[in-house]
């Protein structure tokens, strides 16, 4: 794990995004509350918060960071959902692996939720939108 001992604590935030292109059929049933196991939406926020506060516990050599706020948004899209996570803390390392966690956990929450009626579900594009804080100062895709 690397030192972070001697980094400034900064105020940090880091937002992530990914995609979850669904079949027409399989977006009617969860548009309408018509999923058997419930509503894929509201437990993939869930997860994604969840996950976000257990990032180090997934991914090895990652720092445990008191987060002072996440927020998971899915986004109607034609063919599915955009999903968009926010992680933020005060700390010595940044945020970007509990918001790119987050996204990559609530994505799996739906596809879990509605396999049932659509294997075909795909995810994707899971990236890094925007970091601030730290030495690095602000990072936005362009």
Known sequence: MVDVGRK??????AV????????????RLIR???????DPLQA??????????RTADLIPLCHTLPLSHVEVELRDRRNGYEIEATAK???QTGVEMEALTAVAAAA??????VKAVDKTMVIGEIRLIKKTG???G???RT
Request: net charge positive; glycine share 14%.
């Open 8 to 13: 400034a604590v900064t105020k940090r935030e």
């Open 16 to 27: 992530a995004r990914g995609t979850i292109t669904i079949a027409p059929d399989a977006l």
């Open 32 to 38: 309408s509350g018509q999923i058997a196991k419930g």
């Open 44 to 53: 993939a926020r869930v997860a994604g918060i969840m996950a976000a506060k």
């Open 89 to 91: 803390t005060t700390g």
């Open 108 to 113: 799996l929450t739906v596809y879990d939720m």
């Open 134 to 136: 730290g030495r690095g």
């Open 138 to 140: 602000t990072y936005r």
